[in-house]
């Protein structure tokens, strides 16, 4: 770990004392809990159990890891709790909002903008789009913020991940690591309270991965955006508070 972490500095540090509400939450709530979670994916006629029964609690703040075999159902639980799919059986709680397979899409919406952020392994940019009206774009289509104040938003956000002087690049101009400097600043532009990530780092070499491991561990110190990362990466294993394993669709080991 020789590389200097950036220095993360956002406008925003309502992380931990407020939720929407205004109300002051303990740093031991229960952000993410996940209860006897099934999901059966239908193939043809048949279905594909990709998860069999997952309990699973996350703290607000917290670091937790997901690692396990492929195909294990890492990418299906991550899905879930981020409402871009539902369980087939059991129920999912977000920042307490219960989750079932009868919940409105709006409010599954409402949630995924106001409280969730997403980083991929791909890095999903528009190509004919800059970095920063790429980080932009979230904000402009919810449309409540005036252009200067977006603009001063993702301006502090590409400063926050080191990505300052190239905010006028387009991605093809960007090395891999840089573009995905791009998507966490993406991800964070609505200050959500989770960010779920799924093999960030794969696609990006040592250097890289080290850059954004530091930067994600800054966020979630600094400001206690609680954070759940899948990966292969065993020498990740360190910046998270706590490993679970998934293998055939069940959490197999937490440590
Ligand atoms: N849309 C889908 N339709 C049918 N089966 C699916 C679908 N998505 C996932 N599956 C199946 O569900 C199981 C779990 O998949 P999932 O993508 O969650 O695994 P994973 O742990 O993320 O694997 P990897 O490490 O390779 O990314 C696999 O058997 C997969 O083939
Ligand atoms: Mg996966």
């Known amino acids: 770990m020789d ?38 994916y239908l193939h043809g006629i048949e279905g594909v159990a990709a998860l069999r029964g997952v309990n699973l609690s996350v703290k607000r703040g917290e670091f937790v890891m997901l690692y396990g075999t492929s195909g294990g159902g890492k990418s299906t639980l991550l899905n879930l709790i981020g409402t871009i799919d539902r369980p087939t059986k059991g129920t999912i709680k977000i920042c307490e ?37 790429n980080v932009e774009l979230p904000l402009t289509l919810q449309g409540e913020l005036a252009v200067a104040e977006r603009r001063a938003r993702c301006r502090q956000l ?7 002087e190239r905010m006028y690049h387009l991605p093809s ?13 993406r991800a964070l532009v609505n200050w959500p309270d989770i960010l779920l990530l799924d093999e960030p780092t794969g696609d ?16 979630n110190k600094r400001y206690g955006i609680t954070m759940i990362m899948v990966t292969h990466d065993i020498h990740l294993r360190n910046y998270a508070d706590r490993i679970v394993h998934l293998r055939d669709g ?5 440590n």
Do not use: W
């Open 97 to 133: 909002t219960l989750i079932s397979d009868r919940t409105p899409d709006s409010e599954l919406a409402e949630l995924r903008l106001k409280r969730l952020g997403f980083v991929f392994q791909t890095f999903n940019l528009i190509s004919q789009l800059t970095a920063i009206e």
């Open 173 to 185: 101009q960007l090395s891999g690591g840089e573009q995905q400097r791009v998507t966490i600043a």
């Open 204 to 219: 990006l070499d040592t250097k890289n991965t080290e850059l954004v491991m530091r930067m994600l561990v800054d966020l």
């Open 250 to 254: 069940k959490v197999r080991r937490m």
């Open 3 to 40: 590389a200097p972490c950036n220095e993360i500095v956002l406008e925003s540090s309502t992380y931990l004392e407020e939720d929407t509400n205004g109300s002051v939450e303990s740093d031991d709530t229960r952000i993410v809990e996940v209860k006897n979670c099934h999901k059966t």
């Open 158 to 164: 590409l400063k926050s991940v080191g990505m300052e």
